[in-house]
T-cell receptor
Framework: LAKTTQPISMDSYEGQEVNITCSHN???????ITWYQQFPSQGPRFIIQ???TKVTNEVASLFIPADRKSSTLSLPRVSLSDTAVYYC???????????????FGKGTKLSVIP | EAGVTQFPSHSVIEKGQTVTLRCDPI?????LYWYRRVMGKEIKFLLH????????ESGMPNNRFLAERTGGTYSTLKVQPAELEDSGVYFC???????????????FGQGTRLTVV
């Protein structure tokens, strides 16, 4: 199981670019890296997924170095509404009972300040 | 398209009572998952349905928890009898494909906050 390590919390001013780095030193060859966002009183929401190099969508960018032992979620020009907890997930954990599960860590609590 | 919906949004019950949580997945999603976060802890897997069958219930904490998905549509999670430690937020998620090494995008509901007093 590839364990992930993220900062517990981050603060940023509005309009800044925010980069959240996740370490996953024992990522498996076939594992993908996925980021979820969770607002208070809501369920997690898929943001972006990647395997290597760079992935970009309308919400964020994901940078993955060649060794894949870490990844960085980049949020351009954050606003107050980006205040949330961001989870980095790696692969799926096989439960041994015929199913893979998402394994959530503690996540990074991002606070955007006016 | 409607997302994953959960009912109720919040439930407060006394210890020993029974509570039933409901989840309506996105139409057409065969895979349905229940997760929960108890106070101060991480979000943890409970179980996984593929259509009406329980694919994996290794995360269910004990036999006071019973999940069903009759007809492969909505699912219910019953806690009977509820204990104080069952308090937390229960999330339901659905996806078109099952998760593997590559995480198929999962859609989560807003969660049901359960408070046992």
């Amino acid at each position: 199981l590839a364990k992930t390590t993220q900062p517990i919390s981050m603060d940023s001013y509005e309009g800044q670019e925010v980069n959240i780095t996740c370490s996953h030193n024992n990522i498996a060859t076939n594992d993908y890296i996925t980021w979820y966002q969770q607002f208070p009183s809501q369920g997690p929401r898929f943001i972006i997924q990647g395997y290597k190099t760079k992935v970009t969508n309308e919400v964020a960018s994901l940078f993955i170095p060649a060794d894949r032992k870490s990844s960085t979620l980049s949020l351009p020009r954050v606003s107050l509404s980006d205040t949330a907890v961001y989870y980095c997930l790696v692969g799926g954990q096989y439960s041994g009972a015929g199913s893979y599960q998402l394994t959530f860590g503690k996540g990074t609590k991002l606070s955007v300040i006016p | 398209e409607a997302g994953v919906t959960q009912f109720p949004s919040h439930s407060v019950i006394e210890k020993g009572q029974t509570v039933t949580l409901r989840c309506d997945p996105i139409s057409g999603h065969d895979n349905l998952y229940w997760y929960r976060r108890v106070m101060g802890k991480e979000i943890k897997f409970l179980l996984h349905f593929v259509k009406e069958s329980k694919q994996d219930e290794s995360g269910m904490p004990n036999n006071r928890f019973l999940a069903e998905r009759t007809g492969g549509t909505y699912s219910t999670l019953k806690v009977q009898p509820a204990e104080l430690e069952d308090s937390g937020v229960y999330f339901c998620a659905s996806s078109q494909e099952g998760w593997g090494r590559r995480n198929t995008e999962a859609f989560f509901g807003q969660g049901t906050r359960l408070t046992v007093v």
